[in-house]
């Protein structure tokens, strides 16, 4: 990776840098799980007024991306990506932090999510942010191939 610093910010999903790696992160859950299995956002939704999307840039070479969905009672983590060449530089654990950060400010008092059962490295770093597993939430059934966290914020 190119030195320079990682900026993350509000993002626009339609963007070019930002379509990019929406379009990699569904491609690698469409090659790992079977549709019914898929619960990402396409680019459009993710421009609804309730989502907040952040993009992180170096430059303008767009490396991760990452939502708050603002639901009925929690927030909801969605299209968390990081591009292969900025894996293992923290970028990922910097976003979810900032997700959490936009939460808070929202004042909701839960953080949830859902992540494929084999995402063994994503998985890990919701435990390590303080994540624990839970039950289907929200609009989800339970599903062999899904695993389902939540982190109560305090107020």
Not at 20 to 37: V, Y
Not at 39 to 44: D, F, I, N, R
Not at 63 to 79: D, F, M, N, P, T
């Amino acid at each position: 990776m190119s030195a320079g610093e990682i900026v993350i910010g509000p993002g626009n999903p339609l963007s070019p840098g930002a379509t990019a790696l929406l379009q990699a992160h569904h491609a690698l859950m469409q090659s790992l799980f079977p549709a019914e299995s898929n619960h990402y956002l396409g680019a459009e939704a993710l421009t609804a007024p309730d989502i907040r999307f952040l993009l992180a840039t170096r430059g303008d070479t767009a490396l991760g991306c990452g939502a708050l969905a603002i639901r009925e009672g929690y927030g909801e983590v969605k299209s968390m990506f990081v591009s292969p060449q900025a894996r293992g530089t923290g970028l990922a654990a910097r976003l979810l932090a900032e997700i959490e950060r936009l939460a808070r400010a929202e004042g909701l008092p839960a953080l949830m999510l859902e992540t494929g059962d084999t995402l063994d490295a994503a998985q890990r770093l919701y435990l390590r942010a303080g994540f624990t597993y839970c039950e289907a939430f929200g609009p989800y059934t339970p599903d062999p191939r899904s695993r389902y966290m939540e982190k109560r914020l305090a107020p």
